[in-house]
């Protein structure tokens, strides 16, 4: 996702699974914590990529135990939900709600250094997050191509330091993993 001309970047903060219900409601899954720091109404844009995005309001957002419950102004019905089935739900970068200084959006972590301390040794580059029930896991590329998972906790990740674009993990925790 790169920014060109006055075009903002568009991150991706969910995806509609399907049309819930009668009203025009969806099952919504988030992208990290953005989705769930949205305020109904508001403002969002949906398709299949960020370049080929459409306009909408999400009227109404709720958190459940099987994801989010959303629905979009102006599609009252279930026949007229069904035009959102598994797009992808974008925000302008530029409109993220602000988050505290030890808080992160999972893009923020693509593209930074992993390092195990104490010894600073370069482990690789995030390549991407994964979200799984039970923990989040940074997918870390390594020199030689192979590619690593590191579960988020705190027992393996000791800070992750935006400014500096690193995260720094216990070499001892990751030895288990490598």
């Not at 505290?100 to 893009?107: L, Q």
Request: glycine fraction near 8%; proline fraction near 5%; aromatic fraction near 8%.
């Amino acid at each position: 996702m790169s920014e060109t001309g006055n075009i903002p970047q568009r991150i991706a903060i969910g995806r509609v699974r399907k049309p819930f219900g009668l009203k025009g409601q969806c099952y919504a899954d988030g992208f990290g914590r953005a989705f769930g720091e949205l305020e109904a109404p508001c403002k969002i844009l949906w398709g299949a990529n960020e370049k080929e995005a459409n306009k909408a309001v999400l009227s109404e957002i709720k958190e459940t135990p099987r994801g989010y419950i959303c629905r979009f102004e102006g599609y009252d019905n279930v026949d007229d939900a069904e035009i959102f089935r598994g797009a992808y739900l974008f925000l302008d970068k530029s409109e993220l709600p602000e988050l505290a200084a030890n808080e992160y959006y999972h893009f923020e972590l693509e593209g930074m250094a992993v390092v195990a301390v104490p010894a600073n040794r370069p482990i690789g580059i995030v390549t991407e997050i994964q979200s799984y029930p039970t923990v989040e896991t940074l997918s870390v590329r390594r020199e030689d191509g192979s590619e690593i998972l590191v579960p988020m906790n705190k027992g393996i990740v000791e800070k992750i330091d935006r400014e500096k674009k690193c995260i720094t993990v216990f070499e001892t925790a990751l030895e288990q993993l490598i």
